[in-house]
DNA sequence: ATAACTGTTATAGCGATTATATAACAAATC
DNA sequence: GATTTGTTATATAATCGCTATAACAGTTAT
């Protein structure tokens, strides 16, 4: 698994590295059951503080991506409460889709768009790799 | 127009001015031509500082949903580059599409998200109001 | 048992961001 | 001329993001 750090972006760290985790998880790279590097490893890979990593897992914990475990360390285990996860999503793509109906972007175009995004996450292994 | 601001929200004030526009210009409460309050009206009214105000217009002029005039304050003027907007997008909603592969959120669930939302803001007037 | 790991917690410091408070200026409006 | 507009300039305080050490309690391997 490839993790990369930019460190000119706007983005905090921890969010990059939370980002890429769940695209990692989402492209099927990172299985269930996984072990994800210990925070202190991790931290050396990619050159930022033992801290930022173990906020960035106590955020996938916090969101049902990860279970932190004092023997196995930060283990893939996914939970899922639909009912969150879709309220989760609703308050991330609201400004999303206001913006679309501002700018004349149409229903069918942002349909689109999210089947893009999509199927790049779901059908990883046919595309890539 | 309602504008509410929530003090104890972890979201900036100028982010949450920002989007309550764009929600409002989504679902036509705001319309093109109309200008926005003066930065110190509309700061006193929600009781922020005009400064914090100044800057969620100079978000909304960035991003091509008003142009700042000095003789008519803040105007709506959507601009709309559709190739910038698909792209901003694409960023915006990228996370949430992983999140909704990772737990098993299935694409026509994802689809009836999206419609909802969009179908929210763009028929405002008929099921509010 | 000893050593080397793990996550966790605490404290401290630095820089950037957020928000506030005044103040002043030029242009437009009344 | 007085008021209102956006704009700009400082200054200050609080919070956040990140780093730097350090220590502790469990787990694992030798």
């Known amino acids: ?39 202190r ?20 914990r916090e969101e049902g991506f990860v279970k932190l475990d004092r023997r196995r360390g930060a283990v893939v285990a996914l939970e899922s409460d639909k009912k969150r996860v879709l309220e989760e999503m609703r308050e991330e793509i609201a400004v999303a889709m206001a ?11 942002v349909h689109r768009l999210v089947d893009e995004m999509y199927d790049l996450f779901a059908n990883w292994e046919e595309s890539m790799e």
């Open 99 to 109: 913006k679309a109906v501002c700018k004349g972007i149409g229903r069918e175009e």
């Open 41 to 60: 490893q991790l931290a050396e890979y990619v050159s930022i503080n033992m801290h930022t990593v173990n906020k960035a897992y106590s955020v996938l």
């Open 1 to 39: 698994m490839v993790l990369q750090i930019d460190f000119n972006s706007d983005e905090a760290l921890y969010m990059q590295l939370r980002n890429q985790i769940i695209f990692g998880i989402a492209t099927g790279r990172i299985r269930e059951g996984d072990s994800l590097p210990s925070v």
